[in-house]
């Protein structure tokens, strides 16, 4: 009696289930998706001199920087055959990518309370547009790579075919990690003062000033020194729990000829990313029905 | 059972809020999460110490047919926001189980998600998706939406430019073209001018015209009296009657008459009143000039506001005052304060006096009022306030207001009001 009253309503609301078309929902309101990422894109850059320009001035600057403290100051070697500055930028290009998409997507919820409170639409449509406005920002950015090449007379390998995977594993990670610091902002505000922390710790934990290759080897170097050889196979899996090792590991090996590459490093960042990814999913879709009651 | 044609069917409906010292924020900082968990960790675990359980909503039931136009009423808090919150999907039902037929919108506020920078013409887009409407339903509605809205000369300008005339009748404009099955309207009529206000329900009534389902909140009766064929009353959460219009309208209006005699009435409750209580109000009940109870007046008609209160100290010294509040919330005017000294007796407490305050020719713009009593002796010191009484001050006008010589678009501004104490009722 109960399924065939339901059977004949388009819609079944009940305490405590989960709606069985969400997903479907998700695919009815991408018209939402859609303008929301065009208002994203639209306002980004409203009442400031230089506009979009901040999307090349930001990496660019950082590279500078990094190539002087990291090649010039520390001395460390490049990534197979590539100009330092190239391998820099190569690497910074994921990990901007990766830091803007963090800190738009976790706070898009908290600033969109207005529309979360008084509209229903699944609301895993507003991190999403919010990393998709630093997509934009990643192309832009990636010109420049182009140019730089140009200067250095650098020519990319024939492996550069397999960077959209790359990109895609990229904006998994940056998506997995976004969608759970929102959510979690919503409900502790706390949030707000970690993310900035969690940006500015990855810029150290990621190679991005440098390769991961100098990292495995000076680690492994120090732990015979220090007598204890067994430790170096944890610390360098520890190192590559980081989703952004894969990543930035992966944008090298595509553009640079003869970059190294540790694939067993690469499986556990990316299983890490997948992890992250979908327990973020899951985390979403738990709370998101209490988000218009807390935020 | 008339399966076939009912459209929203709701059984057993209830929302349970939690609330208890963290009523301020919402939001939990994640340092009281992990000092309440550490805590209770090293003590035995104490139930509900701290938080409370409050029902929005229990045991609501209804079925609403295809083409009803159903008003929603009751005080406020009665549960009628969260209901359409339920039914929009915004927030989970704690208990029960709703079922819809049909494609749903709905309009809680007007202007959701307009964004400052963008012009008109990108607002109607933004806004219009953000209600549900498709880009195509849009570009198909563009003029219509852009001729009903009246503002086309600023079409290109960013809305953060719009007086907030045009950016409500913007906002309002793109919603009276949403065209569900189902709409569902909360109190967002309460601003706007009225031409506009009933340009608004004319569209509304027409959209029901054409076989869609409204449901309406609104704190105006005569809105849902010209708009609704069946009425809701909720009360506390629950319901309390539901059936025609006229019907429930006029039993929730005598109960609100009602409600100021009520011993579980608000002025009752002085618990939680504000002044030291040397005088509390008893008694508050509005009249037309003739002693007749209403809360609907037009403009310009007189208002006589009738109050007893309590002395509960011996006194030779007393004052009142009114303040009034208008639809966007700033205070429109205020009486100065009225000396009321001569009701008092001397050498003697424990007794009530009565008086009352004739408001001539009342200038009020049409919308709702919340009203402030204000009993005491002195700017410092005070007795008694009673804060947003219940049911607001309803006023319409029956003519444009622009006849009346408001611009319509301007805020509402402070001005004066002509009042006296009668000295006896």
């Known amino acids: 009696m109960k399924s065939n009253n339901s059977s004949n309503y388009d819609l079944f609301i009940k305490a405590g289930q989960t709606e069985s078309n969400y997903w479907k929902d998700l695919w009815r309101y991408r018209e939402l998706f859609y303008i929301l990422t065009w ?95 630093a997509c934009v920002d990643f192309f832009i950015s990636f ?11 650098y020519v990319p390998s024939w492996k550069i075919i397999f960077l959209p995977f790359f990109l895609i594993i990229a904006f998994l990670a940056a998506f997995g990690v976004g969608l759970l610091l929102t959510a979690m902002n919503v409900k502790y505000r706390d949030f707000r003062y970690i993310i900035p922390f969690i940006i500015q710790f990855g810029v150290y934990i990621s190679p991005i000033g440098f390769s991961s290759n100098i990292v495995y080897e000076k680690l492994g170097k120090k732990m015979i020194d220090m007598n204890m050889p067994w430790l170096t196979e944890y610390l360098t899996t520890l190192y590559a729990l980081n989703p952004m090792v894969g990543v930035i590991d992966g944008f090298r090996w595509s553009i640079i000829g003869n970059a190294q590459m540790n694939w067993v490093m690469f499986g556990i960042s990316i299983a890490m990313c997948l992890l992250i990814l979908v327990y973020a999913i899951y985390y979403f879709r738990k709370t998101e029905k209490t988000f218009a009651d807390i935020i | 059972m008339s399966q076939s044609q009912s459209i929203i069917r709701v059984e057993n409906l209830g929302k ?102 963008l012009s008109g013409r990108e607002n109607i887009f933004l806004n219009g998706a953000i209600l549900g409407m498709g880009r195509k339903e849009i570009k198909s509605k563009f003029d219509e939406i852009v001729d009903f809205s009246e503002v086309e000369k600023f079409l290109d300008t960013p809305v953060k430019r719009y007086s907030s005339g045009m950016y409500v009748r913007l906002a309002f404009a793109v919603a009276a073209h949403l065209e569900p099955e189902i709409l569902i309207v909360d109190e967002v009529l309460a601003v706007g001018d009225s031409k506009f206000q009933k340009k608004c329900l004319g569209k509304m009534g027409e959209v029901s015209s054409q076989g869609r389902t409204i449901l309406f909140v609104s704190h ?25 219009t006229t019907e429930v309208i006029n039993s929730y209006l005598s109960s609100m008459h009602d409600q100021t005699f009520d011993e579980n009435s608000e002025l009752h409750n002085t618990l939680n009143r504000r002044g030291n209580g040397d005088v509390r109000f008893s008694k508050i009940l509005i009249t037309d000039k003739n002693d007749i109870e209403s809360s609907d007046f037009l403009s310009g008609q007189d208002i006589k506001f009738n109050f007893e209160a309590k ?83 309803q006023i319409t006008t029956d003519k444009e207001e622009k006849e009346l010589g408001y611009n319509p678009a301007a805020p509402y501004g402070f001005f004066d009001i002509n009042t006296h104490i009668l000295s006896s009722k």
Request: charged share 20%.
């Open chain 1, 39 to 133: 208002r994203d894109l639209k306002v980004r850059y409203k009442q400031t001199v230089l506009g979009i320009a901040w999307s090349v001035i930001r990496p660019l600057l950082t590279m500078i920087i990094f190539t002087i403290v990291f090649s010039g100051v520390a001395g460390l070697p490049s990534e197979g055959n590539a100009p330092y500055a190239v391998m820099v930028y190569v690497g910074l290009l994921p990990w901007q990518f990766f830091a803007n998409a963090l800190s738009e997507s976790s706070n898009s919820l908290v600033s969109s309370a207005n529309l979360i409170s008084k509209v229903y639409f699944p609301r895993l449509i507003i991190p999403t547009a919010s990393i998709i406005t």
């Open chain 2, 311 to 393: 002395i509960n100290k011996n006194l030779s010294s007393l004052s009142v005052c009114m303040m009034f509040k208008s639809p966007t919330g700033e205070i429109v005017t205020s009486t100065p304060l009225k000396d009321i000294s001569i009701f008092l007796e001397t050498n003697k407490k424990d007794y009530f006096i009565s008086f009352s305050i004739l408001l001539e020719k009342n200038p009020f713009r049409a919308g709702e009022y919340e009203m402030y009593f204000w009993l005491g002796e002195s700017n410092e010191k005070f007795f008694d306030l009673v804060d947003s009484v219940l049911p607001p001050l």
């Open chain 2, 220 to 244: 105006n009766t005569t809105f849902v009296r010209n708009l609704c064929n069946k009425g809701i009353w909720l009360d506390r959460g629950q319901i309390k009657q539901t059936g025609s």
């Open chain 1, 143 to 153: 010109i420049l790579l182009l140019f730089l090449m140009l200067i250095y007379q």
């Open chain 2, 16 to 117: 349970k809020y939690d609330i208890g010292n963290k009523q301020q924020e919402r939001y939990q900082s994640l340092r009281d999460v992990i000092t309440n968990k550490v805590k209770s960790a090293f003590s035995k675990p104490q139930k509900n110490t701290t938080s409370k359980e409050f029902w929005a909503l229990k045991d609501i039931n209804f079925d609403i047919q295809q083409g009803d136009r159903v008003g929603i009423i009751g005080r406020n808090g009665a549960g009628k926001s969260t209901l359409l919150k339920v039914l929009s999907r915004i927030t989970e039902p704690t208990t029960g189980s709703i079922a819809i037929k049909g494609r749903i919108a709905s309009l809680l506020e007007v202007g959701t998600g307009f964004h400052p920078e």
